[in-house]
């Protein structure tokens, strides 16, 4: 499975993104969807998932500001960030897990400063 995640950037605090993971294979068919960050030096963390019957779970730092969804015409997963926080910045990675088999993408770095 391929995944290539795109829409970092740099953004005020305060402002907003959307990322995107374009994945390969048939969206709906993977047990759940999500996203991971990473900021260097340090382990990659748990951001938000979204699983095949459409549940959603967000780590509590990011619950009420981003919300994780995905287009299964497109098989891309999305994940909308509102009111970034420099906290936020990191490298944000998305993931799809069938049975035991993970997959990741490449990361997009996304970036809060004034």
């Known amino acids: 499975v391929q995944l290539q995640a795109s829409g970092g950037g740099l953004v005020q605090p305060e402002g907003s993104l959307r990322l995107s993971c374009a994945v390969s294979e048939t969206i709906a068919s993977f047990r759940s969807i999500g996203w991971y960050r990473q900021v260097p030096g340090k382990q990659r963390d748990w951001v938000a998932t979204?699983?095949?019957?459409?549940?959603?779970n967000y780590a509590a730092s990011v619950r009420g500001r981003f919300t994780i969804s995905r287009d299964n015409a497109k098989n891309t997963l999305y994940l909308q960030m509102n009111s970034l926080k420099p906290e936020d910045t990191a490298v944000y990675y998305c993931n799809v897990v069938s049975g035991f088999n993970v997959d990741w993408g490449q990361g997009t770095q996304v970036t809060v400063s004034s």
């Open positions: 979204l699983t095949r019957d459409g549940s959603t």
